[in-house]
C-alpha cells in the first residue's frame, strides 16, 4: 500500500509565504515524477519535478513558487512566495510510484488535498 500524505496548507495574508510537504510511503520501489496540482473547479498542474530535478510549472507560478524534492525522504515540497488571492485552492500533491509489488508497472498516486486560503 502506497500513501501521499501532504502537510502545510492554511490562511496566509496576500504577499505571504507557505511551504507544503508531501511524504510517500509503503512500499515504494522508486519514485518518478512528483508534482502539486490545485482545484478550485478545474484540477490543473501547479508545478512538477523529476527525479533527476528537472521542473516544469504553470506560468501562474513562475517566480513565487518553488518545487524540490528529497529523494532520501520520499517527499516533495512546495514553496510558495507572494502568494495571491487566486491561489486559493485545494492543493493536491501527485506522483508516479513503482511499488515493491510489481516492479514492472508504474501507478499514479494522488495525496488527499490541503486547503490554501490567501486573504487579507
Known amino acids: 500500500q502506497v500513501q501521499l500524505v501532504e502537510s502545510g496548507g492554511g490562511l496566509v495574508q496576500p504577499g505571504g509565504s507557505l511551504r507544503l510537504s508531501c511524504a510517500a510511503s509503503g512500499n515504494i520501489f522508486s519514485i518518478n515524477a512528483m508534482g502539486w496540482y490545485r482545484q478550485v473547479q478545474q484540477r490543473e498542474l501547479v508545478a512538477a519535478i523529476t527525479s533527476d530535478g528537472s521542473t516544469n510549472y504553470a506560468d501562474s507560478v513562475k517566480g513565487r513558487f518553488t518545487v524540490s524534492r528529497d529523494n532520501a525522504k520520499n517527499t516533495v515540497y512546495l514553496q510558495m512566495n507572494n502568494l495571491k488571492p487566486e491561489d486559493t485552492a485545494v492543493y493536491y500533491c501527485?506522483?508516479?510510484?513503482?511499488?515493491?509489488?510489481?516492479?514492472?508497472?508504474?501507478?499514479?498516486?494522488w495525496g488527499q488535498g490541503t486547503q490554501v486560503t490567501v486573504s487579507s
Open positions: 501527485n506522483a508516479d510510484i513503482v511499488s515493491d509489488y510489481d516492479v514492472s508497472y508504474e501507478h499514479n498516486y
